[in-house]
């Protein structure tokens, strides 16, 4: 492998022995030496003579105006031109750590790298990360070519983030040559990592220009719905992700610490009305089809959830030890099995309510798979599941609480299923009579039958006894129509 001759790299050295000459603040951390001559040798990149040259814009480089929402290889334009990701993703979640509403999320090995070069003169080089979530501490590499691609060599020493601060870490010195650089996770733990804002300084304190952009052509992918919260699968043929919560707002809930009964969490996967009173949600609302379903194993990473509020009780995994009462999902596992973190959200704690036994393992589970076999046979389904009242018998008998008084156990769990064909402009079909409308409310308790279909209703009733307003997105005519209606068709 070619090794970086000096005076093609003496710009970049340069850079690498000054990085102690920055004024550090509490919140930033940096590397303090540079690799010597015993360095990592350059790395060779494959090029593509086909390559097409494109305009770009200036750093920093903050991911608010991309949406990539899977970890596969691919390119991706953002403000500044195109980058490559590896096992990356842009996160937009309550668990990404971000300054707005998106930041570079990497997991395993991932990398994020330029495909394009900055002018020469790049004075400072400031780049912010942190621990996604919860995840344990991650170490990232700062690696930069000269070459336009062809090699590349780390900067400075490994960066260890822990915890969920953005952290800014500084290079400053000097690149006389014009500059390519990639980000690397290279721990490989299970620790994902947050990287956000990206900013390249020329020494007169000017931002640094994207230049031009050297990039293989890709395909364009499919149109992205209007207010979808995912990326749209790479195939029609496998349906796509729409706005989990396209049917409304059942309770009104917003992002207010001062309506603690009716919080909005808002999530890539799911969308929640939560009362941080009862320690668990009135309603979660969701899309499920193809797309949402792939091959992830099941996490079972119960946890808090650090999106609440602080003022807010954490409901833990140990809330529920010894209840008599499973940790039943509201968005279950299997309808988010895409990739780890997908699935890994649905155990989150704001997902879950204390279930009878029967009702989570028996009813409720039967219901769940009949939906993920209608999605199977190439139907799209817009869930809303909630809970309502106090008091329900586990294993243990009847009780109103657990996890001393602090979590509610509700005594009626209901879910409202539009099942319609794979398609766009859906509330356009739902309106036109296109969907299939299932209604349920079962009792929390151990007696309830297996056979869930003995137990639909409809939606008015549903609204009566929860006093939410369901499917609120539809024109009121249909509302009147559609939710008076008990479903009676067979479901065998």
């Known amino acids: 492998m070619r090794r970086f001759s000096l005076p ?19 919140e930033t951390s940096r590397p303090t030496t ?8 350059a790395i060779p990149l494959e090029t593509d003579a086909a390559a097409i040259v494109q305009g770009a814009g ?11 929402g899977a970890y596969a290889t691919a390119d991706e334009t953002l403000t500044t031109g195109s980058w490559h990701f590896e096992d990356a993703l842009i996160g937009s979640s309550d668990e990404d750590h971000k300054n707005g509403q998106h930041a570079a999320r990497l997991r395993g090995q991932g990398r994020l790298r330029m495909n394009f070069d900055a002018p020469r003169g790049v004075q400072t080089i400031r780049i912010k990360s942190a621990a996604y979530g919860n995840d344990p501490a991650s170490t990232w590499e700062l690696w930069g070519s000269v070459d336009g691609g062809r090699s590349f060599r780390r900067i400075g020493q490994p960066v260890k983030v822990q915890g969920p601060r953005l952290l800014t870490t500084t290079f400053q010195g000097g690149a006389a040559s014009s500059l390519r650089l990639e980000i690397r996770k290279t721990d490989g733990g299970k620790g994902r990592l947050n990287i956000d804002d990206i900013a390249l300084e020329m020494a007169s304190g000017a931002a640094a220009s994207g230049g031009s952009v050297a990039t293989t052509p890709t395909p364009t992918p499919a149109p992205k719905p209007s207010g979808s919260s995912a990326p749209v699968a790479s195939s029609p043929q496998a349906g796509q992700r729409d706005d989990n919560m396209a049917l409304g707002n059942p309770s009104g809930a917003t992002a207010n610490v001062n309506t603690p009964t009716n919080y909005l969490l808002v999530k890539p996967q799911f969308t929640i009305g939560y009362n941080a009173q009862r320690g668990t949600p009135t309603w979660v609302s969701w ?9 992830a194993p099941r996490q079972d990473d119960f946890r808090p959830d650090p999106a609440l509020p602080r003022q807010f009780y954490q409901v833990t995994r140990n809330s ?13 596992s299997a309808d988010r099995t895409t990739d780890l973190d997908d699935n890994s959200a649905t155990f989150l704690m704001t997902n879950m309510i204390p279930q009878a036994g029967n009702n989570n393992q028996r009813t409720w589970s039967s219901l769940e798979e009949w939906t993920r076999d209608q999605v199977r046979q190439g139907q799209e389904v817009y869930v809303i599941m909630g809970s309502y009242g106090k008091g329900g018998t586990g294993q243990n008998g009847k009780m109103t609480t657990i996890d001393q008084g602090r979590v509610t156990v509700p005594a009626r769990v209901w879910k409202v299923l539009v099942i319609l064909p794979e398609g766009t402009n859906d509330i356009q079909r739902i309106a036109a ?8 409310d079962t009792p929390n308790d151990q007696s309830v039958s297996p056979d869930w279909s003995r137990y639909r209703v409809s939606v008015d009733a549903i609204e009566a006894a929860s006093g939410l307003d369901l499917l609120s997105k539809l024109p009121l005519a249909t509302q009147d129509q559609l939710e008076a209606q008990t479903d009676t068709r067979p479901t065998k």
């Open 58 to 68: 200036r750093f920093p480089e903050t991911f608010e105006d991309a949406d990539k």
């Open 34 to 41: 540079a690799p010597g001559a015993d360095a990592p040798p």
């Open 287 to 295: 899309h499920l089809s193809r797309a949402w379903m792939g091959e």
């Open 433 to 440: 009579g296109q969907a299939r409308i299932v209604a349920v």
């Open 8 to 26: 093609l790299f003496s710009g970049l050295l340069l850079s690498l022995t000054a990085l102690g000459c920055s004024q550090n603040s509490r």
């Open 320 to 332: 529920y030890s010894g209840s008599g009462f499973d940790k039943g999902h509201n968005c279950p």
